[in-house]
């Protein structure tokens, strides 16, 4: 058991340039299947991202590397993209591929980008991190709601 914690943190950490630190309260590896899955008070850190959630599944393919984390339950997270934005928000369910750098967010998403001041609220939200993209949906009657800071115009008097 010892040596599959060890094998599944070293293959997830192998795609990333930074270290990946996972901690959660139980963990569960099937090398066959190539799934590890880290149960209760999840913390991922690696570099300034971060997330938190209930469990998070790492799906890996037949060489051992990550292809796909599935976080879920009460998701919070901190995202820095490759031209210096910076994403914090919430979920129910993150999808994150580590290969296309591409987050989807799913049910009671809040995305906020702080450099820019401006919020996406909707329950389907995409980041491309590498493009600096971002779309949204909402779902039946619940609208996607944007949120812009729009500086202040001088009025004369």
Excluded at 11 to 26: G, R, Y
Excluded at 53 to 80: Q, S
């Amino acid at each position: 058991m010892k040596f599959l914690i060890i094998l599944t943190i070293f293959l997830v950490c192998s795609v990333f340039a930074q270290e990946l630190k996972i901690k959660a309260n139980s963990f569960n590896a099937d090398e066959k299947t190539g799934i590890s899955l880290f149960k209760g008070d999840v913390n991922i850190v690696k570099g300034n991202d971060a997330l938190k959630a209930e469990e998070v599944i790492i799906y890996t393919d037949k060489m051992h590397e990550p292809i796909k984390f599935m976080a879920t339950g009460n998701v919070e997270f901190t995202i820095y993209t490759k031209n210096g934005s910076i994403y914090k928000g919430e979920a129910q369910k993150v999808v994150y591929l580590p290969h296309s750098k591409e987050y989807h967010f799913f049910r009671k998403v809040h995305l906020v980008q702080v450099d820019e001041k401006k919020e996406i609220i909707g329950e389907e939200v995409v980041l491309k991190t590498i493009e600096g993209k971002a779309y949204a949906k909402g779902v039946d009657s619940k609208p996607v709601i944007m949120i812009f800071d729009m500086p202040q115009e001088k009025e004369e008097l």
